[in-house]
């Protein structure tokens, strides 16, 4: 059972409306949380206006069942 969960936010400005794309992975205690979440860094410095990745741990609310069954992407 997962207590938390890394919230991983891509953004890309592309365009004129820059689209955000949320990534969500199960950790089971927040120091793995937090440890995982440095990981997420975007390399490329000459691309961050266009491209950004931000980074989050989330305690888990709710019934875990009700999480495991979320198809979202």
Request: charged content about 30%.
């Amino acid at each position: 059972m997962s207590e938390f969960v890394l919230v991983i936010l891509v953004t890309m400005g592309l365009s004129k409306v820059p689209s955000t794309y949320e990534i969500r992975v199960p950790k089971k205690t927040y120091k793995q949380c937090i440890e995982d979440s440095k990981t997420y860094k975007f390399p490329f410095e000459e691309l961050h206006k266009v491209i950004s990745v931000k980074t989050r741990c989330e305690k888990v609310i709710g019934k875990q069942r009700q999480l495991e069954n979320d198809k979202s992407i």
